[in-house]
């Protein structure tokens, strides 16, 4: 697997915030990123927690398992 990070909907890493750790409980350690995205079409800034899960033999894809949606 590869980084990507071309494009329009690449990650600024300015906006990120990274912890490593066992976020699932399978003895290996993976990789969360807290991540504040740009500011919606209202104006409000929205924030997500994205997870890197080990998969023994690498990294899946992320997976988003949060997300900020203002009232």
């Known amino acids: 697997m590869?980084?990507?990070?071309?494009?329009?909907?690449?990650?600024?890493w300015e906006l990120s915030k990274v912890a490593s750790g066992?976020?699932?409980s399978d003895g290996k350690a993976d990789i969360?990123?807290?991540?504040?995205s740009s500011p919606a079409a209202d104006g409000r800034t929205r924030h997500a927690l994205w997870?890197?899960?080990?998969?023994?033999?690498?990294?899946?894809?992320?997976?988003?398992?949060w997300y900020s949606v203002p009232q």
Request: net charge negative.
């Open 2 to 12: 590869a980084w990507d990070s071309a494009g329009t909907t690449s990650w600024a």
């Open 22 to 24: 066992d976020h699932n």
């Open 32 to 36: 969360a990123v807290w991540y504040e």
């Open 51 to 65: 997870n890197f899960t080990n998969a023994g033999d690498g990294m899946t894809a992320p997976h988003r398992d």
